[in-house]
């Protein structure tokens, strides 16, 4: 039987804000010693009361907007029960049955072709304090965890889809899309290893056409693009064998075991899903004034789908590159500063521009995806790229030769010129420099002079290559082909016997 | 409403509190009671009368985003239970 996928993504995204959620303390507690940001509050201490950041409901609006929901006039937070140690209170504030924002949608893909997802709600609640397990004990003592209540309190945004994906491909694509997003507004790093962006997903299958969902599976412990990809994958596999052997998917919890490749039932205790919800009483409703909802709109960022059109406007890129190119906000906003430079000396802006994206998605890039770089921590800054290109635009490198300075500023992180000059890899256009090169080529390798003699034209290729070799790159290769050619011209008409006899030795030196 | 003995079992789970036989039969009368009392409250006609998740008439009360000193870990830890170094130490949670 054919089956349809149907997916929809819960992601948590830890807020950049400076303090935390419901109380002052600093909410950096990445780097912060254990325990060094807490407070009565956050502690859950009796009698502390929590108090509403107001950035981390703005950034919420925010990204509401961004993400195209209605801001309701009325929100409310709630308690969230649940027993567990991460939880210093016994519950967790979260939001219910009024989200800050609901009803939106993100548009992924291509431009054209985009499939439009619905974004069911963006809430707001508290991140938990961080655990560690030693489940056999350390020294006899028998099992135990350890917390660290830093991370207790940190807001905590979350955007739940609708079961709008219907592949694993289109899952990850909605994630890079709103990942992307996150970063254009500023809300959140969307560090994925860290965990300040983190992803659940609800996946199911059905009978190819039929509009009644299948039963679900919730698959966590994804900390990456491509686990997501991978673990969606796998479970997609599972349920259909499941299906086609006649048997039920059973509802259940499921984690992505990295290592192993596979998803694993995490069934716990039914009870723990009895969270209990009531109104929180230690907080007052919000009124969200619509004069606020405005002024957030007023201060949206260009976001990515504006800032592409800029780019193919202002800069002269096919869409191609600008999509590329905008795809993440510190790629764009690299791309600016390159751009935006005053090109090399007798060329135009346009070519400037065009050129700073062949080298941006190319050469650096490659470089880049080697280390899982971000280019916001690229060793090669906007102005070593621009120096760069004025370096090949001048002739002073060939384009071979620019590859080669491009890695070493990437390795070094000094600047092209000085590279150029302290290896002395300046372009030699000057036919006396490279004459000798091209003698000592021809000289070294008979059997290419003779084919090319015997009529093998492609064998002068393989000569100007040994120039180039000789000459270190930095010959200018249309010169090389020239002198190459006209050296090998000369040895033709000089005399017919000595190229007949070195032709009878079937050289292969071309090859 | 009267509570019967597996929902007090189930109650005391949520919460994590170990219940005996004898006292499970006095929890059920006692929860019992209290719920009965919210029966009460039933008895009112609220027509017409907007539901609220709160008593108040407070609304959008907001702190700047500004971070404050913290508690010195030291102080933070002072009445755990237990400690090892300068995490709190728990029992050992297993099923999860």
């Known amino acids: 039987m054919e089956y349809e996928t149907v997916i929809g993504l819960e992601v948590h995204v830890q807020l950049q804000t400076q303090s935390k959620m419901f109380c002052a303390c600093r909410a950096d507690y990445q780097s912060a010693p254990v325990n060094s940001r807490v407070c009565p509050v956050c502690l859950g201490l009796p009698g502390a009361l929590p108090v509403i950041n107001a950035r981390a409901v703005e950034y919420t609006i925010m990204t509401g907007l961004a993400l195209n929901c209605s801001i309701p006039r009325l929100t409310k937070f709630d308690r969230k029960n649940y027993p567990y140690p991460d939880l210093m209170k016994g519950y967790q504030i979260s939001q219910y049955d009024l989200p800050i924002a609901v009803d939106g949608r993100l548009e992924i893909g291509d431009g054209g072709e985009g499939r439009v997802i619905g974004v069911r709600r963006v809430h707001l609640e508290e991140d938990v304090a961080k655990m560690q397990h030693f489940p056999d004990g350390r020294g006899g003592n028998g ?31 909605y994630l890079m899309t709103l990942h992307s997003l996150l970063q254009y507004l500023g809300v959140s790093t969307g560090n994925m290893q860290d965990g300040s962006f983190r992803c659940d997903a609800n996946i199911s299958l059905r009978p190819a056409g039929s509009d009644e969902f299948g039963t679900r599976t919730e698959i966590k412990n994804m900390n990456s693009f491509r686990s997501v990809f991978q673990a969606l994958n796998f479970e997609v596999g599972r349920q259909r064998r499941v299906l086609e052997d006649g048997g039920r998917v059973v509802q259940e919890t499921r984690g992505w075991l990295e290592g192993r490749a596979v998803t694993v039932s995490q069934r716990s205790k039914e009870e723990a899903h009895d969270y209990r919800y009531f109104p929180e009483p230690d907080l007052p409703p919000l009124d969200i004034a619509p004069d606020w909802v405005e002024q957030i709109r007023g201060r949206l960022p260009e976001l990515a789908p504006e800032r592409c059109a800029r780019f193919c406007r202002d800069y002269g890129l096919p869409l191609y590159d600008a999509r590329l190119l905008t795809a993440s906000k510190a790629m764009a906003d690299y791309y600016e500063r390159a751009a935006g430079m005053h090109p090399a000396a007798g060329t135009a802006r346009e070519s400037h521009a065009k050129q700073v994206s062949n080298w941006m998605l190319s050469d650096l890039a490659r470089l880049l995806n080697l280390e899982n770089r971000d280019i916001a921590d690229s060793p090669v800054s906007p102005e070593h790229l621009v120096e760069l290109i004025g370096l090949v635009d001048a002739g002073t490198v060939s384009v071979t030769l620019g590859k080669t300075v491009l890695e070493e500023v990437y390795a070094s992180g000094a600047a092209p010129r000085r590279i150029v000059e302290e290896r002395g890899y300046t372009q030699i256009s000057d036919t006396a420099a490279v004459e000798p090169s091209v003698r000592e080529a021809l000289d070294a390798n008979p059997r290419a002079v003779a084919d090319y003699l015997g009529g093998k034209d492609s064998a002068a290729k393989f000569l100007v290559g040994q120039v180039m070799k000789l000459t270190r790159g930095q010959a200018k290769p249309d010169l090389v082909n020239q002198l190459v050619t006209g050296a090998l011209e000369r040895r033709k008409n000089e005399g017919n016997g000595a190229a007949d006899s070195a032709n009878q030795s079937k050289g292969a030196g071309a090859d | ?92 949670v297993l099923d999860e």
């Open chain 1, 143 to 173: 099992g135990y965890s350890l917390v660290d209540v830093n991370r207790s309190g940190v807001p905590l945004m979350e955007v739940v889809s609708e079961p709008d994906m219907r592949s694993a491909e289109e899952a990850r694509a």
């Open chain 2, 1 to 92: 409403m009267p509570l019967d003995r597996d929902q007090v079992i189930h109650i005391a789970a949520l919460a994590r509190i170990g219940i005996s036989g004898a006292e499970i039969d006095a929890y059920a009368g006692q929860l019992s009671g209290i719920i009965d009392q919210f029966e009460v409250l039933n008895e009112l006609d609220t027509t017409g009368v907007e539901p609220t998740g709160h008593a108040g008439e407070l609304r959008a009360v907001m702190r700047d985003d500004t971070p404050a000193e913290s508690l010195p870990p030291d102080d933070a830890l002072s009445n755990a239970p237990r400690r090892e170094g300068q995490f709190f130490r728990v029992k050992a």
